[in-house]
């Protein structure tokens, strides 16, 4: 056999060789593989009813659209009349919020007033007194470290937060934050750490708040007046 | 003349390590058991191979876990095959998963069970002395024994953080009927590895784990 010939068996072969070489590690078994795993955890917040509004001072009106605790918030309102006929000191709403958050968050509201009367005795932003109560972090998974900052001055029927104008006679709410005109943009009223712990959304505790609207009954100019408020919840 | 020898003696070298490969190759063995599957997630999605012959490379993304998903519950099924001409064992390492907030994601919230061992085909060996052992406490599917427990998180029977080191999870006698030195469609068993994971209130962030699965020679067990 020429020694070229036995030269090309011999590559022919050993390239045979390493063809089945390699063709039984590809097909061969292997004792280990692998799983792989991510999950991701975007930052949540919500907001909703706490409950029942609670309406008193009113002459007429009633609440249209109650609050139902966990449910979207669509509260609707007659707050009745608002001139001297009513006697009471303030007729005055509050509304139950429950907010729930797996990072910090700000509360922030908007608030519009319109009035059909024409005059400046007609009721205005600055003659609806705004602000939250009592934050409360209780049951299981909420988280109670940290501290809630109250952006607003509290109730506004406390006399520290308002009083009849000594020039004008007209009562005003005086304190910071405590009138819906401080609100006309996007205002923050409620900021604090996470609320939730890692429960599931089954779960229904949370912060609650309740918010007050008052107005005081004064000689305003007749007509009719549409209050509109929006709460926002975000995690900056 | 030299080079001559020179071939022919690395020709013996390989046909010997192709001879020693076969001969090992059958002993063990770990693979895809098929495609994998994935419910109840947002932007979530699993990959995998349908190809029984292939190896286990398996991608699971939960996607979103927080109360963005309001799917009571994220599940995975993950077919695993096994081959083996002797006594077995699979065990499970973890590695990732190191959230220092204890309100993130933890190894916890991810429940871990075995279900469904089962003949991959009829070359799979049938014993009648053993039987395939799923080890305490992964004998369970997390999607159905999930829990809350008394601070509101959920539990499960077993989790990811049930392992501790490789931990093993099934051990049985042999596997295969034959002894091919190829993977084959039918020649041994597969198990179901079941993942479930509750949206909750985590904190926010993107958390991930590698989990590597081993089969290696298991304690004595007559077929």
Do not use: W
Not at chain 1, 99 to 117: I, Q
Not at chain 2, 100 to 115: K, R, T
Not at chain 2, 116 to 136: D, E, F, P, W, Y
Request: aromatic fraction near 6%; include cysteine; proline fraction near 5%.
């Amino acid at each position: 056999m020429p020694r070229q010939t036995s030269t090309q068996i011999t590559k022919f072969i050993l390239l045979t060789t390493l063809l089945v070489v390699s063709a039984v590690s590809c097909l061969g078994q292997s004792t280990t593989g692998t799983v792989t795993m991510s999950a991701t955890v975007s930052k949540f917040v919500e907001i909703n009813s706490g409950g029942a509004v609670t309406l008193s001072g009113n002459s007429g009106g009633g609440v249209t659209t109650d609050g139902v605790t966990n449910s979207p918030l669509a509260v609707s309102i007659n707050l009745g009349e608002l001139g001297p006929s009513n006697t009471n000191s303030f007729v005055t709403a509050q509304v139950p919020l429950k907010l729930r958050s797996n990072a910090p968050y700000v509360l922030s509201m908007t608030a519009s007033v319109s009035s059909s009367g024409t005059s400046a005795s007609r009721i205005g932003a600055a003659d609806v007194g705004f602000g939250l109560g009592t934050i409360s972090r209780l049951g299981i998974g909420v988280n109670t470290t940290g501290t809630d900052t109250n952006a607003t001055s509290g109730d506004p029927t406390l006399a520290a937060n308002g009083s009849v104008n000594g020039t004008t006679g007209r009562y005003e709410f005086t304190a910071v934050r405590s009138n819906l005109s401080a609100f006309s943009s996007a205002t923050t009223a409620l900021s604090g750490p996470i609320i939730m712990n890692a429960v599931p959304r089954s779960n229904a505790n949370g912060l609650t708040v309740p918010a007050f609207f008052a107005v005081k009954p004064q000689f305003f100019e007749n007509g009719t007046t549409t209050i509109s408020v929006t709460f926002i919840v975000t995690a900056p | 003349m030299r080079l001559r020898h020179f071939t022919y003696s690395l020709l013996t070298c390989l046909i010997l390590l192709a001879v020693a490969h076969t001969a090992n190759a059958q002993a063990l063995d770990i693979s895809s058991g098929g495609l994998p599957t994935i419910t109840g997630a947002v932007n979530g999605s699993v990959s995998g191979n349908a190809n029984v012959q292939s190896d286990l490379i398996v991608t699971v993304t939960f996607g979103e876990v927080s109360p963005l998903n309001t799917n009571s519950i994220v599940k995975v099924i993950v077919p695993i095959a096994l081959r083996s001409n002797q006594p077995y064992q699979v065990s499970v390492s973890i590695s990732g998963l190191n959230n220092a907030n204890a309100e993130a994601l933890q190894a916890s919230d991810i429940g871990f069970g075995l279900q469904n061992v089962r003949l991959l085909g009829g070359a799979g060996q049938i014993c009648s002395q053993s039987t395939h052992v799923i080890r305490s406490p992964f004998n369970n599917d997390p999607s159905t024994t999930a829990t809350v427990a008394a601070n509101g998180r959920v539990s499960y029977t077993s989790s990811l953080a049930s392992l501790s080191g490789p931990t093993v999870i099934l051990s049985g006698p042999e596997l295969s009927k034959n002894n091919s030195a190829k993977r084959q469609s039918t020649d041994g068993y597969m198990f179901d590895a079941v993942f479930a994971l509750t949206p909750q209130f985590f904190a926010a962030g993107v958390s991930s784990a590698t989990l590597i699965f081993s089969i290696s020679p298991g304690p004595n067990a007559p077929c």
